[in-house]
T-cell receptor, first 112, second 113 residues
């Protein structure tokens, strides 16, 4: 059974800091891994999608890496801003059943 | 990318009643997914809805409690039946193919009294 774990559960940093969010998964039989952002009471916004054959993806201040063999992904946020405050979720797309399995998320607060 | 309109955005319902949530997509999609997010928890897949076939439910979810319709390639509904306070959650629909990003509606925040 695929399990997805995110560390830390919560993180509070001052504005301007670079930070790393971690995601690990137990089964490497995945199509891809996706990072999402969720604001309170809202739906999810897709940030980055990494296919299983890729090592990393970048979008603006965000960089996501994937090491499928070790079952790990990181989301790097550069020069954090108060507007980055949200819950960040990672999810893996299982090959078996073509389903998305989510981690519990990291609640990020960037203080101004 | 896909734009998904989901409604209602929130509702407060009485125990024993039912609520139907609608999800409209701006393009034709084969697979639509319904998720539940209980307070303080991550998302759990309820079912996968493909047009022209019965929805496929995940373990712990049954059609009698969460009937789904998928009449065409741009629309789906999820009904939460005979509600109890334990059904208070955010319900989200999403679309996407295996190698593409998954897009989500803005969610329906349901509170059952």
């Amino acid at each position: 059974k695929q399990e997805v774990t995110q560390i830390p559960a919560a993180l509070s940093v001052p504005e301007g800091e670079n930070l790393v969010l971690n995601c690990s998964f137990t089964d490497s039989a995945i199509y891809n891994l996706q990072w999402f952002r969720q604001d309170p009471g809202k739906g999810l916004t897709s940030l980055l999608l990494i296919q299983s054959s890729q090592r990393e993806q970048t979008s603006g201040r965000l960089n996501a890496s994937l090491d499928k063999s070790s079952g790990r992904s990181t989301l790097y946020i550069a020069a954090s801003q108060p507007g980055d405050s949200a819950t960040y979720l990672c999810a893996v797309r299982k090959i078996e059943g073509n389903k998305l399995v989510f981690g519990a998320g990291t609640i990020l607060r960037v203080k101004s | 990318s896909a734009v998904i309109s989901q409604k209602p955005s929130r509702d407060i319902c009485q125990r024993g009643t039912s609520l139907t949530i609608q999800c409209q997509v701006d393009s034709q999609v084969t697979m639509m997914f319904w998720y539940r997010q209980q307070p303080g928890q991550s998302l759990t897949l309820i079912a996968t809805a493909n047009q022209g076939s019965e929805a496929t439910y995940e373990s712990g979810f049954v059609i009698d409690k969460f009937p789904i319709s998928r009449p065409n390639l741009t629309f789906s509904t999820l009904t939460v039946s005979n509600m109890s306070p334990e059904d208070s959650s955010i319900y989200l629909c999403s679309v996407g193919t295996p190698n593409e990003k998954l897009f989500f509606g803005s969610g329906t925040q349901l509170s059952v009294l």
